[in-house]
């Protein structure tokens, strides 16, 4: 089983940078993807960018792209999500899980929750002045 941490989390005003790490206790499986997510209060879990980790193939959700950045440290079984220009709007709690891997042309596929089999148990980002 695989156990996933995040850290980084906390309190950033507008226009401001985090970057967050997930973790795994073991080493991840060349037939994992790693994908972050973010929950807001009152929404449904949504998916960001995910990031294959044998090729280290990413894709990001349109919304994101440009301002979040995900990348992998193969040493240290670690995925980090670099984000920049956050808005008040990209508070929410953020995870990552694991999922299978998937061939290039279903790489979209990977930010939905469903096919998360292990997840983490979440940092919080809070955007505001």
């Known amino acids: 089983q695989l156990q996933l941490v995040e850290s980084g989390g906390g309190l950033v005003q507008p226009g401001g940078s985090l970057k967050l790490s997930c973790t795994a206790s073991?080493?991840?499986?060349?037939?994992?993807?790693i994908v972050w997510f973010r929950q807001a209060p009152g929404k449904e879990r949504e998916g960001l960018s995910c990031?294959?980790?044998?090729?280290?193939?990413?894709y990001s959700l349109d919304s994101v792209k440009g301002r979040f950045t995900i990348s992998r440290d193969r040493a240290k079984n670690t995925v980090y999500l670099q984000m920049n220009s956050l808005e008040t709007e990209d508070t929410a709690v953020y995870y990552c899980?694991?999922?299978?891997?998937?061939?290039?042309?279903?790489?979209?596929?990977?930010?939905?929750?469903?096919?998360?089999?292990?997840w983490g148990q979440g940092t919080q980002v809070t955007v505001s002045t």
């Open positions: 073991a080493s991840v499986s060349n037939s994992h993807t």
């Open positions: 990031i294959d980790w044998f090729d280290g193939r990413t």
């Open positions: 899980g694991a999922a299978g891997r998937l061939i290039a042309s279903e790489r979209h596929q990977c930010l939905r929750a469903a096919r998360v089999a292990y």
